[in-house]
């Protein structure tokens, strides 16, 4: 799947990018659609604006906070906090959880070999 706005039929471009249609420039980020196969792209603070927003591969809508969760590697029992969009704030601010994760057991490796000499 993937793909973005220049995927759609002419007709939805149109009506979906506006007064944007006619003008110059890729405007790639908008109306992106995740892939099931590739890496996922840069997950934002605010998934649902034209400029930012990502698309459920599969289906024609945004993003849950659940999915937008589990994309950062959050496990399921992981609660946030606070409005809808502070939500989504939460997890576009974050570092992946297995990233950190794996970060963090290489420091402990450096600081043990350090320690070691």
Known sequence: ???????????????????????????????RRLSLDEPSLTLTCAPAQKQTERCHPLETRPLTVREYARIQTFPDKWKFAGSLSSQYKQIGNAVPVNLSYAIGRSLIRLLNDIEML
């Open 1 to 31: 799947m993937g793909g973005y706005w220049r995927d759609l039929p002419l007709d939805i471009q149109k009506e979906y990018m506006g007064g944007s249609f006619e003008l110059e420039g890729g405007k790639t980020g908008m109306a």
